[in-house]
């Protein structure tokens, strides 16, 4: 992958199969300089191929407790199609992320990154995120975030059965050696429905339907990211407006309702993925 350094709309990216590929991209960003100065340097990457999978974990700057892994959709629109977003949807568990993988990032990943900042004297204590690409040569790091994801955290907090708080509390404390979290054994899906012409601009005020509706399906918990009340009434604030959210005893059966639920939501331009889980649902 040949990337100019600075910023260039997303565009400033090259997947290079080839020494000449990256000749003549290198050519056109350095010596032609399309990017202008976004150009001047450029970042070199191994190309990687494979599953998308963002793994979080708590943390007391020693202990590591992570949880079940969930897959976020960054484009657009379907099929992974258009531009990046902050996440069109999520859902967890990942079927392709079984136990072995699981341990690798374990005792590879989290377990180092907690160590090594405890080590420089900057522990970490609170959720880390992994975003990590599975290729067929093992799990590789895409980035870091402390924080939980978003969408994320809507498709893994509805099946942990674990006390939240009291999770917290203990990785505060430095008290998380022992800990243990329950999950219902269940999938969790989460549709984000966002704002026509999102992540490019849109209005916002637009009036919401249907979501007295929708909240009362069982199983159904709508996260409200970009809203605002008027009277009675919701109408939208954000990009991102609603985290349609459905629990099901398999992966199948919670899609199923979280696009029932969708179905009964609507708001002008309102515009969303019907691809959430796809992947998943492919065993892939
Ligand atoms: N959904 C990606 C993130 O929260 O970073």
Request: aromatic residues 8%; charged residues 25%.
């Given at each position: ?10 565009k ?5 199969f080839?020494?000449?590929d ?45 949880l ?39 005792e ?65 404390r ?42 009362t ?19 939208t ?22 696009y029932r ?6 708001f ?17």
């Amino acid at each position: 992958m040949v990337k100019a350094d600075g910023l260039a709309a997303g565009k400033g990216v090259s997947v290079c199969f080839t020494e000449d590929d990256a000749a003549r991209f290198l050519r056109e960003v350095m010596v032609e300089r399309k990017f202008g100065d976004a150009g001047e340097r450029v970042v070199i990457e191994e190309y990687l191929e494979g599953e998308e999978v963002s793994v979080l974990a708590f943390t007391d700057g020693r202990e590591v407790i992570p949880l079940i892994a969930s897959q976020d959709h960054k484009r657009a629109f379907d099929g992974d199609e258009g531009p990046n977003t902050g996440g069109m949807g999520a859902y967890a568990p990942v079927p392709a992320y079984g136990p072995a993988v699981a341990d690798v990032v374990r005792e590879e990943i989290l377990d180092r990154v907690v160590r090594a900042m405890a080590e420089r004297g900057i522990p970490y204590r609170g959720v880390l995120y992994a975003g990590l690409m599975l290729t067929a040569a093992g799990p590789r790091v895409l980035e870091f975030n402390v924080r939980f994801g978003d969408p994320e955290a809507q498709a893994i907090l509805p099946l942990l059965e674990t006390d939240l708080v009291e999770v917290l509390m203990a990785a505060v404390r430095g008290e998380l050696r022992g800990a243990r979290l329950d999950w219902r054994p269940e999938s969790c899906v989460c549709v984000v429905l966002a704002s026509g012409g999102y992540p490019g601009p849109y209005r916002t005020g637009m009036p919401i339907e249907g979501l007295d509706s929708a909240s009362t399906m069982e199983g159904v918990e709508i996260f409200h990211a970009g809203t605002r009340r008027q009277g009675g009434a919701f109408l939208t604030d954000g990009g991102r407006v609603l985290g349609v959210t459905a629990r099901g005893p398999d992966l199948a059966r919670a899609v199923e309702l979280a696009y029932r639920a969708v179905a009964r939501i609507s708001f002008p331009g309102m515009h969303y993925r019907t691809d959430i889980a796809r992947r998943g649902l492919l065993g892939r």
